[in-house]
């Protein structure tokens, strides 16, 4: 029997000759990885073995590269891997360590629902927690902070955290919430914003995280952005990146000019509603942006322009100047998902 599929996706894998970062379709098994150059292939770029390999994230080898994991084998040989962002990060971890507890005790991989108390640091569960922070309307709430001339957008402070977790019943004391908010941090739950946060995470001060009204942090992936005095322009076109992300993940996009499918990790706003389009395998500026107020997004089943292995969970963005973008989902469960989230944005957003 073929080993059972547990999870598959798009991540970004740093190669081991040339060290250039570059998108691939991963699929998780019970015994191993396999990674391919795209989704269609029938054989495999290279394979895993999980069987005595150690997982470790975060990985934070590689400077500004958020949300990267490294899976070293028996052989001593690393392997990394980078998520669009940072609950698909956890996701994979998870599962991948429970896999590699599975070959240990000789068990059968099966997903069973735990709840773990988070009264107490030692059992407390970060990912749930960090979830409960981020509530629209009983997480902590983010906002535009100003200081030294610079507008901090969709931040909170450091005693923000921790009064946060103490009224929460999360933790005890303040003390007690310290301690859990650096374990957040190094997690990177949550991020540091400014001088003072930055220094304290570099090891300045005694303490990581900062119970303090002038250190600033932030949620990664929740729309942040320093900005300073700035010309008119660059005003309005940061006002894309004001909305709240509501759904972001990796996306087949076929190009306007060659007709050729590129991986890009796509970032989903409203409010106003853009829809933003990066490299997944590195850069922070995105590559272009789709305004998506009035605009129509419907499936497609086939396309004269993409071959029939490539038919597949397609769906099409008509803005409302009339540009066609064609985009490609991993699942029909995915492209439905993102249909239903562009057309709310389409409605709501400016």
């Given at each position: 029997?073929?080993?059972?599929?547990?999870?598959?996706?798009?991540?970004?894998?740093?190669?081991?000759?040339?060290?250039?970062?570059?998108?691939?379709?991963?699929?998780?098994?019970?015994?191993?990885?396999?990674?391919?150059?795209?989704?269609?292939?029938?054989?495999?770029?290279?394979?895993?073995?999980?069987?005595?390999?150690?997982?470790?994230?975060?990985?934070?080898?590689?400077?500004?590269?958020?949300?990267?994991?490294?899976?070293?084998?028996?052989?001593?040989?690393?392997?990394?891997?980078?998520?669009?962002?940072?609950?698909?990060?956890?996701?994979?971890?998870?599962?991948?360590?429970?896999?590699?507890?599975?070959?240990?005790?000789?068990?059968?991989?099966?997903?069973?629902?735990?709840?773990?108390?988070?009264?107490?640091?030692?059992?407390?569960?970060?990912?749930?927690?960090?979830?409960?922070?981020?509530?629209?309307?009983?997480?902590?709430?983010?906002?535009?902070?100003?200081?030294?001339?610079?507008?901090?957008?969709?931040?909170?402070?450091?005693?923000?955290?921790?009064?946060?977790?103490?009224?929460?019943?999360?933790?005890?004391?303040?003390?007690?919430?310290?301690?859990?908010?650096?374990?957040?941090?190094?997690?990177?739950?949550?991020?540091?914003?400014?001088?003072?946060?930055?220094?304290a995470a570099d090891g300045i001060s005694e303490n990581p995280f900062l119970d303090n009204p002038d250190a600033f942090y932030y949620f990664p992936d929740s729309g942040f952005f320093c900005e300073e005095n700035s010309s008119d322009d660059d005003v309005i076109l940061k006002e894309e990146f004001r909305g709240v992300i509501i759904k972001q993940g990796c996306l087949l996009k076929q190009g306007h000019r060659r007709k050729n499918w590129k991986v890009r990790k796509f970032v989903l706003r409203e409010d106003p509603a853009y829809l933003h389009y990066y490299d997944p395998a590195g850069g922070e500026d995105p590559l272009g942006a789709i305004h998506l107020r009035g605009c129509v997004v419907?499936?497609?089943?086939?396309?004269?322009?993409?071959?029939?292995?490539?038919?597949?969970?397609?769906?099409?963005?008509?803005?409302?100047?009339?540009?066609?973008?064609?985009?490609?989902?991993?699942?029909?469960?995915?492209?439905?998902?993102?249909?239903?989230?562009?057309?709310?944005?389409?409605?709501?957003?400016?």
């Amino acid at each position: 029997m073929e080993p059972k599929r547990i999870r598959e996706g798009y991540l970004v894998k740093r190669g081991s000759m040339f060290n250039t970062w570059k998108p691939m379709w991963v699929v998780l098994l019970e015994d191993g990885i396999e990674f391919y150059k795209k989704k269609s292939d029938n054989s495999p770029k290279g394979m895993i073995p999980l069987k005595g390999s150690t997982l470790t994230s975060p990985c934070q080898d590689f400077g500004k590269r958020m949300f990267v994991f490294k899976i070293t084998t028996t052989k001593q040989q690393d392997h990394f891997f980078q998520a669009a962002f940072l609950e698909e990060r956890d996701a994979w971890v998870r599962d991948i360590k429970k896999a590699i507890k599975c070959i240990e005790g000789g068990q059968k991989f099966a997903r069973k629902s735990t709840r773990r108390s988070i009264r107490l640091p030692e059992t407390v569960d970060l990912g749930a927690l960090y979830l409960s922070m981020k509530d629209t309307e009983k997480g902590i709430k983010e906002l535009n902070l100003e200081k030294d001339k610079k507008i901090f957008n969709h931040c909170f402070t450091g005693n923000c955290v921790i009064d946060w977790l103490v009224s929460n019943n999360s933790v005890r004391n303040r003390q007690e919430g310290l301690m859990i908010a650096s374990s957040l941090l190094g997690e990177g739950y949550l991020q540091p914003a400014g001088e003072l946060s930055k220094n304290a995470a570099d090891g300045i001060s005694e303490n990581p995280f900062l119970d303090n009204p002038d250190a600033f942090y932030y949620f990664p992936d929740s729309g942040f952005f320093c900005e300073e005095n700035s010309s008119d322009d660059d005003v309005i076109l940061k006002e894309e990146f004001r909305g709240v992300i509501i759904k972001q993940g990796c996306l087949l996009k076929q190009g306007h000019r060659r007709k050729n499918w590129k991986v890009r990790k796509f970032v989903l706003r409203e409010d106003p509603a853009y829809l933003h389009y990066y490299d997944p395998a590195g850069g922070e500026d995105p590559l272009g942006a789709i305004h998506l107020r009035g605009c129509v997004v419907t499936s497609v089943e086939s396309s004269s322009d993409v071959r029939k292995s490539e038919e597949e969970n397609l769906f099409e963005i008509i803005t409302a100047d009339e540009v066609h973008y064609f985009l490609q989902a991993a699942t029909p469960k995915e492209r439905t998902e993102w249909i239903k989230a562009i057309q709310v944005a389409s409605r709501t957003g400016k």
